[in-house]
């Protein structure tokens, strides 16, 4: 199948920048959308940023004009480069991807997502 492998987070002071990364891996597979997530203690699990095949990118209200999510299709890849961090945006992010898949000549969709990595942001 398809497996995404995140990287980056930490810990931060507000004000500050993180940068995380995902990559996909696997067999033959076509990504269509490619975004980030959040989930904070005690809260669900919400939209970040996503960013289609064409280049089209949403964003929650909240991290516009801060958060930047960018796309390197060659190398199946999603970053989402974080500004002006504060403390509300501590959670863990979590890379999420979908497209299509093909295994034994059979083709299957896929909404596939990574383990999830830490962000902090302290006051």
């Known amino acids: 199948q398809v497996r995404l492998v995140e990287s980056g987070g930490g810990l931060s002071q507000a004000g500050g920048s993180l940068r995380l990364s995902c990559v996909a891996s696997?067999?033959?597979?076509?990504?269509?959308?490619m975004g980030w997530y959040r989930q904070a203690p005690g809260k669900q699990r919400e939209l970040v940023a996503t960013i289609n095949s064409g280049g089209t990118t949403r964003y929650a209200d909240s991290v516009k004009g801060r958060f930047t999510i960018s796309r390197d299709t060659a190398k199946k890849s999603v970053s989402l480069q974080m500004d002006s961090l504060k403390p509300e945006d501590t959670a863990v992010y979590y890379c999420?991807?979908?497209?299509?898949?093909?295994?034994?000549?059979?083709?299957?969709?896929?909404?596939?997502w990574g383990q999830g990595t830490q962000v902090t942001v302290s006051s």
């Open positions: 696997g067999n033959t597979f076509r990504i269509d959308n």
């Open positions: 999420n991807a979908d497209g299509e898949y093909t295994r034994f000549g059979v083709s299957r969709p896929y909404d596939n």
